[in-house]
Antibody, heavy 121, light 109 residues
Framework: EVQLVESGGGLVQPGGSLRLSCAAS????????MNWVRRVPGKGLEWISY????????YYADSVKGRFTVSRDNAKNSLYLQMNSLRAEDTAVYYC??????????????WGQGMLVTVSS | EIVLTQSPGTLSLSPGERATLSCRAS???????LAWYQQKPGQAPRLLIY???SRATGIPDRFSGSGSGTDFTLTISRLEPEDFAVYCC??????????FGQGTKLEIK
């Protein structure tokens, strides 16, 4: 069974830092791209980062570029999101999601349960 | 950047009725990169449709996707009580950012 389990969220002051982790199991982590997506309270989903299976390709949304860093450790089946210079508007539930592919189609096929990050003084 | 606009924002229907949800892109998107997700309160999003029209594993056949270019549609043929949720479209796999639509809330009338 595919499982993605986030950890590391919580309350942080504006300007502070936090590191989210996503532990993957039940599939061959090394062949899948991974993503971070967030849901701001009362708003829709926002894609924020992509990392390829080998870490050779990384993308960020403009809203987090320069402040957030995605990484992965394939030996540990783990995905990370280092969040620096946090702002109130970064308050959200953060999800890790697996990149899937079938034929020529691409999608996010498995998601973690989500981790709440609250940025407040 | 591709902007996805979903309509309506909220759709009020009764169980047994047909639901039609729209996702319009600001520029053409290959259907290969268009997916639909369902999200219920307190739960992670669930993949419903990928490739514009292919149902994900375990998704009932009352869910169907269609469209091409800039206009995509998710249809639920006969609503079941468990279908009342928020639905989002996403373009993923072509050019980042891999944007989502703002979502359509399907509520019980």
């Amino acid at each position: 069974e595919v499982q993605l389990v986030e950890s590391g969220g919580g309350l942080v002051q504006p300007g502070g830092s936090l590191r989210l982790s996503c532990a993957a199991s039940g599939f061959t982590f090394t062949i899948h791209s991974m993503n971070w997506v967030r849901r701001v309270p009362g708003k829709g989903l926002e894609w924020i980062s992509y990392i390829s299976s080998s870490s050779s390709t990384i993308y960020y949304a403009d809203s987090v570029k320069g402040r957030f860093t995605v990484s992965r450790d394939n030996a540990k089946n783990s995905l990370y999101l280092q969040m620096n210079s946090l702002r109130a508007e970064d308050t959200a539930v953060y999800y890790c999601a697996r990149g899937g592919r079938y034929g020529g189609s691409y999608f996010l096929d498995y998601w973690g349960q989500g981790m709440l990050v609250t940025v407040s003084s | 950047e591709i902007v996805l606009t979903q309509s309506p924002g909220t759709l009020s229907l009764s169980p047994g009725e047909r639901a039609t949800l729209s996702c319009r892109a600001s520029q053409s998107v290959s259907s290969s990169y268009l997916a639909w997700y369902q999200q219920k309160p307190g739960q992670a999003p669930r993949l419903l449709i990928y490739g514009g029209s292919s149902r994900a594993t375990g998704i009932p056949d009352r869910f169907s996707g269609s469209g091409s270019g800039t206009d995509f549609t998710l249809t639920i043929s006969r609503l079941e009580p468990e279908d009342f949720a928020v639905y989002c479209c996403q373009q993923y796999g072509s050019s980042p950012p891999y944007s989502f639509g703002q979502g359509t809330k399907l509520e019980i009338k």
